[in-house]
């Protein structure tokens, strides 16, 4: 499966369409942003703090999306291809952690 590599094409056409990449930290200033973003749905979402009226409703999906997306605007940029380095990641979680947890 190449779905993280599909994502990053459509990213890169997206992004090329429309103005080409930012530098990498301001690339890595949107990824804290969303993040931000994020952790104010989900302690909001979870009862620790309320929203302030101005802000509007975003649901986690999406500030999980604009995350990814952010995420993989950097990938690009760096030429890095996530699919690679996700399956290597998972092969690593499944050796160091396979009777981590049980």
């Not at 979402?45 to 929203?51: A, D, I, V």
Request: charged share 30%.
């Amino acid at each position: 499966m190449n779905s993280l590599k599909i994502l990053q094409n459509e990213v890169d056409k997206w992004i090329k369409s429309h103005g080409g990449y930012w530098s990498p930290l301001a690339m890595l200033g949107a990824v804290m942003e969303e993040l931000g973003e994020l952790s104010r749905e989900i302690n909001f979402r979870e009862g620790f703090k309320p929203k302030k009226d101005y802000i509007k409703k975003h649901s986690i999906g999406e500030e999980l999306s604009d995350t990814i997306f952010a995420l993989i605007c950097i990938a690009n940029h760096y030429e890095i291809d996530l699919q690679e380095e996700f399956n290597r990641i998972l092969k690593k979680y499944s050796e160091r952690d396979a009777n981590r947890f049980t």
